[in-house]
């Protein structure tokens, strides 16, 4: 059961290359299986489950490393997400501005989602400036007064 797993992920991400070396191609799909057997997304949870002949710290620096040098193709990843969603089913798109208070700073961000039954998949994200405060019936016009 574990190796077919495995190999459907490997199946579904050969299937798009959100980065093009090979050899990040591979972490990658070491990444994404530590995250599933982690069930977590702390990078110092997820390094527990990469490589086992190496120390968790190396693993980590590793997963740091690759977030920082590698350029991901976000277009490549929505489609990435629309593979796990059934294929003859109806899909919403959903739109959400959500605010979250991270210590002292106010983070806006603006989301589009693809839901499915029970499932959400995320297709696009921005962070917005946060010069524009909360949603308002009232236009940019009404905003002087």
């Avoid at 190796?3 to 459907?8: A, L, S, V």
């Avoid at 696009?124 to 308002?136: F, P």
Wanted: charged content about 25%.
């Amino acid at each position: 059961m574990k190796t077919n797993f495995n190999d459907k992920i490997r199946e579904v991400f050969s299937k798009v290359k959100i980065v093009k070396n090979l050899a990040r191609q591979k972490f990658r799909l070491s990444f994404l299986l530590g995250l599933i057997k982690g069930r977590k997304v702390q990078f110092c949870e997820v390094a527990q489950h990469l490589n086992d002949q190496a120390q968790d710290i190396s693993n980590e620096v590793r997963i740091q490393d690759f977030f920082r040098q590698v350029e991901l193709d976000y277009e490549q990843i929505a489609l990435l997400m629309c593979l796990f969603l059934k294929q003859k089913e109806k899909v919403r798109l959903c739109i959400d501005r959500t605010e979250w208070d991270f210590g002292k700073w106010q983070v806006n961000i603006l989301m589009v989602l693809a839901s499915q039954g029970q499932v959400q998949v995320p297709l696009y994200w921005e962070l917005l400036d946060n010069k524009s405060g909360n949603s308002s019936t009232r236009g940019p016009e009404s905003s002087n007064s």
